[in-house]
């Protein structure tokens, strides 16, 4: 009764498809096809741009693509509808499309579970579902004899049970299952010998999987990195002869690597970071003539780093940081000529920087943060001829030494500048000047004073300056409030999006500095000068930072009012003035910053109403305590006129006597302060 029917409108459709076509040479699409389409579009929330059900055959729709052979003719071969916002789930009846060759649907919104039959596509070749929001485990049966192409990235898929994956031959050559949820996977893979890319990487994959991957013998690609795969790793990894890329960093390998590089003569990158990987850098991993990128960092590897520049003639990238590696900075390296990118920091070298560094030319990149080097004079004037560096971080070393203040010194490429926590002595150098292309300097946590001398302004990339925690002096130069990058453009950094071991001060609770990997990309134009000993105003010009998104100027001296104009920062998220010795009334005009999410005037002489509206309703009383002036409905009400300041405790303690416990408190806190500093010595001297 259907089938009748279903074959009357079939063939009718059929006639009028074959009349439009002869008119606009457009082939008409097989029935079969134009219900699966429908079907997908009843089942999608937003509407497909360029699907016009009036029009008399599919093919024409955007992303449909009907074959041009004899057979194929009229049949939907390609379903593309990738990065079209589109919103639902997808149907059952989508396996209509019987000769798909492509079905690409990938960076859309589309969610729910996948329908099974989705997994019975004889002709499908490329299957790319990623970037969507699909849940739930894929089928235990998936017969996609022809795919080539399977990427299911980027969802919250929870299981795989596909054992039979790749049951008959199969040609698949790459498989994409990473950032998704896969905890469970029963998927086992050794028969799916033609692989070349497999991303498994950002799942909670553990287990036995990685034994039968060491039998796809033509892998160029493996990511296994973010998951929980654990144990040492095997021999066998050195079986995979054709791999160029490598990645297993952030699991719980354990152990030494196996020495199986030699066998790996196509490898150019290899990952094995954050893991827990113990003993030597393997013979065959130093001398490998392939490699041009190793990253080791964040494990307890040991024992001297003996690179062989000779074997290593393609090596750009070594990133050895945060590891147990000894004895001092291997002087060798400077025979790697191609070498841009050095991190060795947070490991035991000691010494100092070689002489020989000075012929590293390729050297854009280097960090010796916190490996117990010293003498910082022998380090920058040995750097100075690495004619390419960029950014150099020196951090937590060279203890107590005095900055160098050689005039000679000439950084001609130098963007990054990173020296903080050193206890370094001294003021600013001069030679800092001549550094015409910085655009970021973190000198914080050190000893340095001095007042700032005005060239500070004239650097036209400057968009990020640490010099908090010093004992600098005298006022703020004005020229700083001119900083080229901050008031007009802000170029940021865009070295490399590398993890570099970056030094950042957080300085909170008087914990110090702290060693994070950070990539440059995340420093937001910032000028820190806090806690040192400025005196003096705060500049009206300030307001003219308006790329400006941080300023801490807390813990100084500064005096006088807040400027009216400093509203004028209209980037401002960040600004922290307290424990400064300021007057005056807040400046209404600050509601205005509405990126402002960050504000402290505490423990200063503010007096006034505290301004209501905008961001300002988000601060909490913390942001304002320590001002006996100020005054606000949340904190204190601006009327009835408050009690003067009290001019000494005595004649407050006899006026008021609804101030009892203040008063015991007080009178207790004074003789307890004078007892100490008796017993202490401080006062008299003891004995
Ligand atoms: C048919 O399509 C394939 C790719 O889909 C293309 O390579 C081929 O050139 C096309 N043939 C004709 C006659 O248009
Ligand atoms: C699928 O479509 C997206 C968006 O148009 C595109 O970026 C991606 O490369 C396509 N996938 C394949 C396998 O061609
Ligand atoms: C792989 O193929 C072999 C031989 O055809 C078969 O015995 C084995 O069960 C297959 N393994 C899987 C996991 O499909
Ligand atoms: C894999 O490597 C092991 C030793 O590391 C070796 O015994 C085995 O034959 C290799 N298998 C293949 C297929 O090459
Ligand atoms: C270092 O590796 C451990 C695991 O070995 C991990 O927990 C930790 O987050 C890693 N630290 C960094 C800074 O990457
Ligand atoms: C370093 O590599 C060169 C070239 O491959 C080789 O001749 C030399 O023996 C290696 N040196 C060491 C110490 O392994
Ligand atoms: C640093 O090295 C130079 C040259 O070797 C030497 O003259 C100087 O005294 C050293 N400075 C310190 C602080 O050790
Ligand atoms: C410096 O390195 C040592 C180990 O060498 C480590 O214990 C310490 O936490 C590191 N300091 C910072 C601030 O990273
Ligand atoms: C702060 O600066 C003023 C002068 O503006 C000075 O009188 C005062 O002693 C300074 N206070 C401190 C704690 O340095
Ligand atoms: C604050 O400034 C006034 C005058 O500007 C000064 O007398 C006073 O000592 C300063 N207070 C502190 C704590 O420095
Ligand atoms: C403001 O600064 C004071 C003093 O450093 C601190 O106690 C308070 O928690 C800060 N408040 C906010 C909101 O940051």
Not at 238 to 245: D, K, M, Y
Not at 347 to 361: A, H, I, R, S, Y
Not at 428 to 453: A, F, H, M, Y
Request: net charge positive; hydrophobic share 40%.
């Amino acid at each position: 009764m259907g089938i009748p029917k279903a074959f009357l409108a079939y063939v009718l459709l059929v006639i009028m498809f074959r009349q439009t076509v002869q008119g606009s040479r457009q082939p008409a699409c097989h029935f079969n096809d134009l219900m699966a389409l429908q079907g997908l579009s009843r089942s999608l929330e937003s509407n497909i741009g360029g699907w016009n059900w009036d029009s008399s055959s599919c093919c024409s729709f955007t992303g449909i693509t009907c074959g041009n052979s004899s057979v194929l003719n009229e049949r939907v071969v390609r379903l593309e509808l990738g990065n079209k916002r589109l919103i639902g789930t997808i149907c059952d009846g989508l396996v209509g499309l019987g000769q798909l060759r492509i079905l690409n649907l990938s960076h859309n919104f589309l969610h729910g579970t996948l329908p099974t039959n989705l997994f019975r596509f004889r002709n499908l070749e490329v299957l790319d579902l990623s970037n969507n929001c699909f849940v739930g485990s894929l089928p235990a049966v998936i017969q996609l004899p022809s795919v080539k192409y399977f990427d299911l990235s980027k969802n919250s898929f929870t299981r795989f049970l596909g054992v039979e994956f790749c049951k008959s031959p199969s040609r698949i050559r790459y498989l994409n299952l990473a950032d998704n949820l896969f905890g469970e996977a029963l998927l086992s893979l050794e028969n799916c010998t033609s692989l070349r890319y497999v991303f498994l990487n950002g799942n909670g994959l553990s287990g036995t999987l990685l034994e039968n991957l060491f039998l796809l013998q033509h892998l160029r690609v493996l990511h296994l990195q973010q998951n929980w795969f654990s144990g040492p790793l095997s021999y066998r990894i050195g079986n995979l002869s054709n791999l160029v890329e490598l990645d297993i960093s952030s699991n719980d390998f354990v152990g030494s690597l196996p020495d199986v590089f030699g066998r790996l003569r196509k490898l150019e990158s290899f990952s094995a970071g954050s893991n827990r990987l113990t003993g030597l850098l393997p013979v065959s991993l130093v001398n490998s003539a392939s490699l041009s990128r190793i990253d080791l960092h964040n494990n307890s590897l040991s024992g001297p780093i003996r690179v062989n520049c000779s074997a290593m003639t393609r090596v750009v990238s070594l990133l050895f940081s945060a590891n147990n590696f000894q004895w001092p900075v291997p002087a060798s390296l400077s025979s790697c000529r191609s070498l841009r990118n050095l991190d060795l920091a947070r490991n035991n070298l000691g010494g100092v920087v070689p002489f020989e560094f000075k012929n590293l030319q390729s050297l854009q990149f280097l960090s010796l943060g916190n490996t117990s080097i010293s003498n910082i004079s022998t380090a920058l004037e040995t750097l100075q001829h690495c004619r390419k560096l960029t950014i150099l971080v020196l951090g937590l070393n060279f203890y107590q030494e005095e900055m160098p203040s050689n005039v000679n010194l000439q950084f001609t490429s130098l963007k990054a500048l990173i020296i903080p926590a050193c206890h370094l002595t001294g003021s600013l150098p001069v030679w800092l000047s001549r550094c015409k292309t910085l655009q970021l300097l973190d000198l914080s946590w050190n000893s340095l004073e001095g007042s700032i001398p005005s060239w500070i302004g004239k650097f036209e990339y400057l968009f990020y300056l640490d010099l908090s925690n010093n004992f600098f002096s005298g006022t703020i130069p004005k020229s700083l409030t001119g900083l080229d990058n901050l008031v007009h453009t802000t170029v940021l950094l865009k070295e490399s999006s590398e993890h570099f071991s970056l030094m950042k001060s957080t300085g909170q609770g008087g914990t110090g500095p702290r060693l994070r990997y950070k990539d440059m990309w995340s420093f937001q134009p910032t000028v820190d000068l806090s806690s040192n000993k400025f005196t003096g105003p705060i500049w009206p010009s300030f307001g003219n930072l308006n790329n400006l998104h941080v300023l801490r100027l807390e813990e100084n001296n500064l005096s006088g009012t807040i400027p009216d104009s400093i509203s004028g920062m209209t980037n401002l998220e960040g600004l922290d003035l307290s424990h400064n010795n300021l007057s005056g009334e807040i400046p209404s005009s600050l509601v205005y910053l509405s990126f402002l999410s960050a504000f402290n005037v505490s423990f200063n002489r503010l007096s006034g109403g505290i301004p209501s509206g905008g961001q300002f309703l988000t601060f909490p009383e913390s942001s304002f305590e320590g001002n006996d002036a100020l005054c606000s409905t949340i904190l204190r009400p601006c009327r009835p006129q408050r009690i003067p300041p009290l001019v000494s405790p005595g004649k407050k303690m006899k006026m008021k006597i609804v101030d009892w416990n203040f008063g015991i408190g007080g009178a207790l806190g004074f003789f307890l302060t004078v007892f100490f500093c008796f017993k202490s010595g401080w006062v008299l001297p003891r004995g």
